[in-house]
């Protein structure tokens, strides 16, 4: 075992940085213009995008809060992760079909479709804003906990995790994000596969032991309630309800996860996506819970006093001080895995989206090279700007950033989704009733965040139910013959009627 990041670790980690540099680079050594840019070249497997949506949604500090969690507390959170049967069924039965149906470009275009250039503008902006903030904090805290375990310059860290990502994410188009994506999602559970067997090793007892102490120290269920009717306290249901809607809004709302459905035009496959990438997430996030509560386990068997302090790091450190050479480098590689792979879809998604959702839309003259090269333009952009920000923020300490950040922005996606179910499951729905519900829910769900004591699972069950109420309440307001066609399939109600009529 060794106590610190050694040479070697180094050698390890800056090689794996590069080797995806190249595989970056080298999976877009044809020229992509225009769609082939912006969705693949239809030569990517279902399989491979699958990966990709799953190494999307597991960030670094998901990697490292995961099992930190556990760790110190209970199993409590796992329960969010069962809200993955909730997301998928629903995705796949009432939003897929229309979205393949209409073959869109991007996400926000379905809101143009159902209802006007306007919420398919504000949609995208706010998509825009969420991921810049999201990429630069996905910098900032796992390069402190790195920075801390390694020894690495925490600047230094930023710098390769967003300047590698920003130069294939910008030269590739998404062909290169999502090959990139599959190899850092394969890195990152079979790190987490390898600590577990190690750390199980390590154990007198093994798994056996592990779930003997668990049970007794109430690590697995802890004292939670399965429900109670008090939306200000927490409870299983609620936490599986409303971690279920939450997935739902970003698999059916967020540029970034419809993105990679639209890389095929077949149904079937982008079912077995969503099955594949829901399996994946609920089975990685069980693999970390359990590496955390092993930690507590083999730390409680040591002489030495139980690890202290921050949560977030005890895996980390265990990684450096009590794994062996080289396999250290190898961990930490699945850290920066995790890192990139959220950095390059997030670099990607709006460079497509202020792109296609925005300029496009404004002007329509835009060939493929002119789109094309704004996109790379944009994504170079950003990749710079979300650096700089990750860099200003490591100097600042600003500890609290992420959760007021995901609080404030988690609203925003949550009433776009809100918006993308009245518009696919309301027929009656329309576009000044959409953007009056838009702004009444925003202001609600704002209120209920930052005013009341409400549990944060309940706030994606309340933009939704505000979101149909206020958006279907303000469209019958409105109604005026501003209603879309029937027979333009806009919705999952017009859908199902041309599969019967078939």
Do not use: C, H
């Not at 329960?79 to 909730?86: K, N, P, R, S, W």
């Not at 375990?149 to 710098?159: A, K, R, S, Y």
């Not at 596969?193 to 697995?220: D, M, P, Q």
């Amino acid at each position: 075992m060794n106590g610190t990041f050694a040479v070697i670790d180094y050698v390890i980690l800056f090689a794996y940085l590069l080797f995806i540099l190249y595989v970056g680079i080298a999976f877009a050594k044809k020229e992509m213009k225009g769609k082939e840019f912006f969705k693949g070249d239809g030569s990517i497997p279902w399989w491979v995008t699958s990966v990709s949506l799953f190494a999307t949604l597991l960030s670094p500090i998901s990697f490292l809060s995961l099992a930190g969690n556990s760790y110190s507390g209970t199993w409590q959170l796992w329960f969010a992760q069962l809200g993955l049967l909730i997301a998928v069924p629903v995705a796949i039965y009432f939003f897929l079909p229309v979205y393949r149906k209409l073959d869109l470009d991007t996400a926000y275009e379905y809101l143009e479709r159902r209802f006007d250039k306007r919420m398919r503008i504000l949609g995208s902006l706010l998509f825009i804003v969420y991921q810049i903030g999201r990429m630069s904090i996905i910098m900032y805290l796992p390069a402190i906990a790195l920075a801390t375990v390694t020894g690495i310059n925490v600047i230094v860290i930023i710098l390769f995790m967003g300047v590698i990502a920003t130069i294939y994410s910008a030269f590739g188009g998404l062909k290169s994000v999502l090959w990139t994506d599959f190899i850092q999602g394969i890195v990152l559970i079979g790190g987490g596969i390898f600590a577990l067997i190690i750390l199980l090793f390590s154990i007198n007892g093994g798994l056996g032991e592990v779930i003997s102490v668990g049970t007794s120290n109430e690590k697995f269920f802890g004292d939670i309630a399965l429900f109670d009717p008090n939306l200000i306290n927490n409870s299983i249901l609620i936490i599986i309800l409303g971690a279920g809607l939450s997935t739902t809004f970003s698999y059916i709302s967020s540029q970034d996860m419809v993105q990679r459905y639209l890389t095929t035009k077949d149904l079937k496959e982008m079912n077995k996506m969503t099955y594949l990438n829901g399996a994946l997430s609920l089975g990685t996030a069980t693999l970390f819970f359990l590496i955390g509560t092993s930690l507590y386990v083999f730390y409680s068997q040591q002489t030495a006093a139980m690890p202290t302090g921050k949560s977030d790091l005890i895996f980390a450190n265990f990684i450096v001080s009590e794994l062996p050479v080289g396999v250290s480098g190898l961990l930490i590689a699945g850290l920066f895995a995790a890192g990139q792979s959220t950095l390059s879809t997030g670099l990607n998604s709006v460079a497509t989206s202020w792109t296609l959702d925005i300029q496009q839309v404004l002007r329509k003259d835009m060939s493929d090279e002119k789109s094309t090269r704004m996109a790379r333009t944009v994504s170079t952009v950003v990749g710079i700007f979300s650096i700089a920000f990750a860099i200003i923020l490591a100097y600042s300490n600003v500890g609290s950033a992420y959760s007021w950040f995901n609080g404030l922005m988690g609203l925003a996606l949550g009433i776009i989704g809100g918006t993308f179910t009245l518009g696919v499951l309301t027929k009656r729905a329309n576009a000044n009733g959409a953007l009056f519900g838009f702004i009444a829910t925003t202001i609600l769900a704002v209120y209920i965040s930052y005013f009341t004591d409400i549990t944060l699972w309940a706030y994606s069950i309340i933009n939704l139910v505000a979101s149909i109420v206020f958006g279907y309440g303000f469209s019958l307001l409105f109604a005026k013959k501003e209603e879309k066609d029937d027979d333009e399939g806009v919705t999952f109600f017009d859908y199902n009627k041309v599969i019967k009529e078939k």
